[in-house]
């Protein structure tokens, strides 16, 4: 019972901006959007998160949008080392966080 | 802070016998979750705890698999009897409870082969 809705691959040219979807139509007033990646067989790494309003990190920007039923990863200027599966989770801290399938990120040369 | 830690890396049993995973989290993390990861069914969460209290292990596959937390520094996840089908990398996670909600660290995860 997925809460987001993400496109199952994207790719992107190195050094190009790298632009990564995601749906929560039903998210709650009190949960977070959160984004992780996983490269290779590797444990997933934390990105950014964020609750209303756009972040920014040495790694990436959130935006959210204003109806908080979407939002967008972007990651600036993508590298090969960027290449991995991307993942959108909705939550609220000390409940569960449950992963669904990602999206594949490609970036190529 | 070293980060998550769990071991063994690998873990290579024959069906039949039992397999215990361990994982440390990091020092003042408060939530503690296992998850298990297969090519079919993606990264499953199996239970999480908060504050050493399981809270939600309808993830876990069935009696042959348990968990505990004796200790806010400690967790094991045991599976007996392992099965072939058992064969998966398991991760765990923890993460602060703050009231500005922050994120959650991985381990580098245990392969485990059943054969």
């Known amino acids: 019972d997925a809460k987001t809705t993400q496109p199952p691959s994207m790719d992107c040219a190195e050094g190009r901006a790298a632009n990564l979807p995601c749906n929560h139509s039903?998210?709650?007033?009190?949960?977070?959007v959160y984004w992780y990646r996983q490269i290779h067989s590797q444990g997933p790494q934390y990105i950014i998160h964020?609750?209303?309003n756009n972040e920014t990190n040495e790694m990436a920007s959130l935006i959210i949008t204003e109806d908080r039923k979407s939002s967008t990863l972007i990651l600036p200027h993508a590298t090969l080392r960027d290449t991995a599966v991307y993942y959108c989770?909705?939550?609220?801290?000390?409940?569960?966080?449950?992963f669904g399938a990602g999206t594949r990120l490609t970036v190529k040369p | 802070d070293a980060g998550v830690i769990q071991s063994p890396r690998h873990e290579v049993t024959e069906m039949g016998q039992e397999v215990t995973l361990r994982c440390k989290p990091i020092?003042?993390?408060?939530?503690l979750f296992w998850y298990r990861q297969t090519m079919m069914r993606g990264l499953e969460l199996l239970i999480y705890f908060n504050n050493n209290v399981p809270i939600d292990d309808s993830g876990m596959p069935e009696d042959r698999f348990s968990a505990k937390m004796p200790n806010a520094s400690f967790s094991t996840l045991k599976i007996q009897p392992s099965e072939p089908r058992d064969s998966a990398v398991y991760f765990c996670?923890?993460?602060?409870?703050?009231?500005?909600?922050?994120?959650?660290?991985f381990g580098q995860g245990t392969r485990l082969t059943v054969v």
């Open positions: 996670a923890s993460s602060p409870i703050r009231r500005m909600n922050t994120e959650a660290f």
């Open positions: 020092s003042g993390h408060n939530s």
């Open positions: 039903t998210i709650s007033g009190n949960e977070y």
């Open positions: 989770i909705v939550r609220v801290a000390g409940t569960d966080m449950r």
């Open positions: 964020g609750l209303k």
